[in-house]
């Protein structure tokens, strides 16, 4: 049974043609004047309803991280909803998966990942902060760098996790409608190394080949994956050399790596810190470090899920828990604070980072709902 709600006559099309306007603005990474675009516009809906906004620059290239809050006469801890704004797809991508409905699916780049969960979030608490204040303040982040690592925003991410009693992210729903609530932490790796140039043909004894350095190291970053403990490593460039005929002076690589545990983490960056030269007369010149830590499924998730499983049945559908997924979000940093957190409560679809990306039309009413109902939760009946 669904519970009345000031949604209820929210029909799919109002929201399709909504979360439409949000696709029709192209936020690819790193393009500021396209993002200020789309932020304007959410910002724009926001201070329609009453919402106070703030934009803060990030980086020199002042892309807009913007904050949408719903202020309460209480002091209380806020709950921290975080939502990114740009998506993976390079201008033009548009052309190629125009924005259409064909059956139960809304096509579009971006929309699955994840304009629609940012736009259900921004209405619902549109709509609940038009009837009155909260008991506890809302915070919604419109984070403008996700997928490239959220680099600029970590910062501002985590200052107002601190302040936060619990993070909702709106990022993708999983297959099945499925909620995240354990992700892996992500790494990088950058090994460069320095060897010693020479003719190929004339004095090949000589060199000291960096490709060939590299290439033991990066057989050796490969060996570290262990599907059974969840640890990955893959070596996704390599670059070096000059000719064919020169022994080559330098040669570098770039992997990612994914771990589960704060533990492996550590554990894995104390072994790539202690790579070591295979070939004599080599330098090697190593870079790690985490990009985002790792989301672990804490105890006192169960209550925030629990709470949200309630509301979701309410908003007439189940909602079950992914298994631990690879990919990170922003939901990684709040985790890793401690703050209980909540991942991939944004809208149903599929293929994500694709030109099939799409959201499931009828999906939409329900998660507003589940959103306007969570939110009251959360920050409106919230008696402590
Ligand atoms: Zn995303």
């Given at each position: ?11 799919p ?21 396209h993002?200020r675009a ?8 926001a ?7 703030e ?6 290239a ?16 806020a ?6 704004y740009?998506?993976?797809h390079p ?12 059956g ?15 736009y ?15 008991a506890r303040?809302?915070?919604?982040l ?5 997928e490239?690592?959220s ?20 990022e ?7 909620c995240?609530t354990?992700?892996?932490?992500t790494?990088?790796?950058q ?10 043909g004339?004095?090949?004894?000589k060199?000291?080949s ?6 033991h ?13 969840g640890?990955?490593f893959n070596?996704?460039?390599?670059e ?9 002076e330098?040669?570098?690589l770039?992997?990612d790596?994914r ?8 554990r894995?960056?104390?072994l790539?810190?202690a790579?070591?030269?295979?070939t004599e007369?080599?330098?090697l ?5 985490l990009?985002?830590?790792p989301?672990?499924?804490a ?9 949200a499983?309630?509301?979701?049945l309410?908003?007439?559908f ?9 990919g990170?979000?922003?939901g ?11 991942d ?7 293929g994500?980072?694709?030109l099939h990306e799409h959201?499931?039309?009828?999906s939409?009413?329900q998660?507003l709902?589940f ?8 920050a409106?009946?919230?008696s402590s």
């Open positions: 049974m669904t519970q009345a709600s000031p949604l209820d006559d929210v029909r099309q109002a929201l399709v043609a909504g979360i439409g306007e949000w696709i029709a603005f192209e936020t690819p990474p790193h393009d500021e004047p993002l789309l932020a304007e516009l959410a910002a724009h809906q201070r329609q309803a009453g919402l106070r906004t934009f803060i620059p990030l980086g020199e002042r892309l807009p991280l913007v904050r949408i809050v719903a202020d309460s006469p209480s002091a209380q801890k709950v921290l909803v975080l939502a990114h740009d998506t993976v201008l033009g991508s548009l052309e190629r998966n125009r924005p259409r409905i064909e139960e699916r809304m096509f579009g780049p971006g929309s699955y990942d994840m304009k629609a969960g940012a259900l979030a921004l209405q619902a608490l549109a709509a609940l902060y038009r009837e009155a204040p909260p303040p809302v915070e919604l419109l984070v403008p760098d996700e490239t690592g680099r600029l925003s970590r910062a501002t991410i985590e200052a107002r996790g601190r302040d936060a009693a619990v993070a909702l992210v709106a993708p729903a999983r297959s099945g409608g499925h995240v354990s992700r892996k932490g790494g990088f790796v090994v460069t190394a320095m060897g010693r140039p020479s003719h190929a004339v004095e090949h004894a060199g000291r960096a490709i060939r350095e590299i290439a190291q990066a057989l050796a970053l490969e060996a570290m994956t262990d599907y059974a403990q640890i990955t070596v996704g460039r390599i070096g050399g000059t000719n064919r005929n020169v022994v080559p330098r040669a570098s770039l992997a790596f771990v589960v545990t704060s533990d492996q983490a550590e894995v960056l104390r790539v810190g790579l070591a030269p295979v007369d080599v330098k010149e190593v870079q790690a470090g990009n985002r830590p989301f672990e499924r105890p006192h998730v169960e209550a925030l899920l629990r709470q499983q309630r509301v979701a309410r908003s007439g189940p909602l079950d828990e992914a298994p631990l997924t690879g990170g979000s922003d990684n940093f709040t985790a890793a604070l401690g703050v209980p957190t909540l991939g409560l944004g809208a149903e679809g599929d994500a980072h694709t959201i499931l039309v009828a939409l009413p998660r709902r959103w306007h109902g969570l939110l009251r939760d959360l409106w009946d919230a």
